[in-house]
């Protein structure tokens, strides 16, 4: 079933020309949209079913720094400060709190880790608080357990997936943006070697530059432009479940078990991190190489899946026509089965770790594909040897906290001003090479 979303209008005339258009409707391409509307661009952004409709509304709703890659934590610490700043700037509520995350564990090599990342953090400005088996007693005394330890992120929070990109659309339309859903993006037109439009299922619209932001279509979409960005998915089940009783549960809780987030309407959502399945499909098979190490570090998270990637679409080798209708118009919102043994077991786990939840009972389920790279790092970036085509995909899980900071970075380098944080890292460059070290095969 699809996650819970809140709606939003579309602006009703396609325009003839943009200074961009953002391809994709998730959290990063509204961001994107928006901080480009902000500078004074005219702005299209596209989307092929509905605003925020995919892994935006599918995931935990956390925007954390805490245990970041260090090639992520600048963007994470910028993207707080961003989520804040958008409430003031917009007026709208994407549900936004720096409530804390904590994290708890009975596990030593797990609070080793923990600590050695802090120590690495307190370099970086960030604040983080590793919690000793009394203070993990404390924050955990929803549990009604002892752990030997764990980190209380106290200027972490959480968002809500099931408003936030909405809200960011309509700040877009504010601005003097357009917003068009159920128009999928077919492909570009070049002139000079650049671009000089996109071709969308309703027209083209004339464009030097676009992103594409388009989640797990992205590589699929760089296939007809000749463009090799290797991406795979990875099929994750969640579940919510109904307000507890209990004003002692924590807002955002981690162990290795079950992570579990309060909602805006009081509720939970409950998750295994890592957990998922990863479905065989032409994309992933064709990019195998690059991802065998990613794989072989999750092998006990990660277990073999069906068809349903295969059937959905988004990672075909298929070459599509300009003017025929794409895999993409056949698909318009990916919307795969939750795994429910996945479902069952998490609730098991959930309702063990925090009692109070045994009171609650399961009020939606539903499943998504992360769009990963082989790194775990997205790309953003103008592609090499395609002037004005900007990728912004592969966030791996990490694309709807750091939304707003991603956003803000590809504004810049849009628009050539100096970058929110180092770009460096994300270029999509670097995937030319495998993740064995090898130069890759186009």
């Not at 602006?11 to 480009?36: E, H, K, M, Q, R």
């Not at 923990?114 to 400005?125: H, V």
């Not at 988004?314 to 794409?326: G, I, M, S």
């Not at 318009?332 to 479902?343: E, V």
């Amino acid at each position: 079933m699809p996650a819970p979303l809140q709606s939003v209008e579309s602006t009703s005339d396609l325009p003839d020309s943009a200074d961009t258009v953002v391809i994709g409707g998730g959290i990063v391409g509204v961001f994107a949209a928006y901080y480009l509307a902000q500078r004074g661009l005219r702005v299209a952004l596209v989307e092929k079913g509905s605003i925020g409709a995919e892994q935006s509304s599918r995931n935990w709703g956390w925007c954390r720094q805490q245990n970041r890659d260090a090639r992520e934590l600048p963007i994470s610490t910028k993207s707080l400060d961003l989520w804040e700043r958008f409430a003031i700037d917009s007026g709208e509520d994407t549900g936004f709190r720096r409530c804390g995350l904590t994290y708890l564990s009975n596990d030593e090599r797990e609070l080793e880790g923990w600590a050695r990342w802090g120590q690495f953090a307190r370099t970086a400005g960030v604040t983080t608080h590793m919690l000793d088996s009394r203070e993990a007693g404390e924050r955990g005394r929803a549990t009604g357990r002892s752990w030997k330890g764990g980190v209380f992120s106290p200027t972490d929070g959480t968002a809500d997936p099931s408003r936030a990109a909405p809200a960011v659309a309509r700040a877009i339309m504010a601005l003097g943006g357009t917003v068009h859903q159920n128009c999928a993006a077919r492909g570009l037109e070049l002139s000079a070697g650049r671009v000089s439009a996109v071709v969308t299922e309703r027209g083209a619209i004339r464009t030097p530059t676009v992103v594409m932001a388009g989640g797990a279509w992205a590589s699929s979409f760089c296939r007809q432009l000749g463009i090799r960005f290797p991406q795979a998915s990875i099929r994750s089940s969640i579940l919510s479940v109904t307000p507890a009783t209990s004003n002692d549960l924590p807002d955002a809780l981690h162990t290795a078990q079950v992570s579990a987030t309060r909602r805006g309407d009081g509720g939970f959502t409950l998750a295994i991190s890592g957990r998922g399945q990863v479905d065989p499909t032409p994309q992933l098979l064709r990019f195998s190489q690059q991802f065998l190490p990613m794989f072989a570090r999750r092998w006990r998270a990660l277990s073999p899946g069906g068809l349903q990637g295969w059937y959905a679409g988004h990672e075909t080798l298929e070459r599509w026509q300009l003017d025929r209708p794409t895999p993409m118009e056949g698909n318009r919102i990916l919307d795969p089965k939750p795994d429910m043994a996945t479902i069952r077991l998490t609730y098991a786990r959930a309702c063990q770790l925090l009692p109070a939840l045994k009171a609650t009972r399961i009020s939606a389920a539903w499943a998504g594909f992360i769009d990963s790279t082989p790194d775990g790092v997205p790309a953003i970036g103008e592609v090499t040897g395609l002037p004005g085509f900007v990728l912004a995909a592969g966030f791996s899980g990490h694309g709807f906290g750091i939304g707003p900071g991603a956003g803000h970075l590809i504004a810049d380098l849009v628009t050539g001003k100096a970058p929110i944080v180092d770009p460096s890292a994300y270029h999509p460059d670097r995937f030319a090479r495998s993740a064995w070290g090898k130069v890759a095969d186009f």
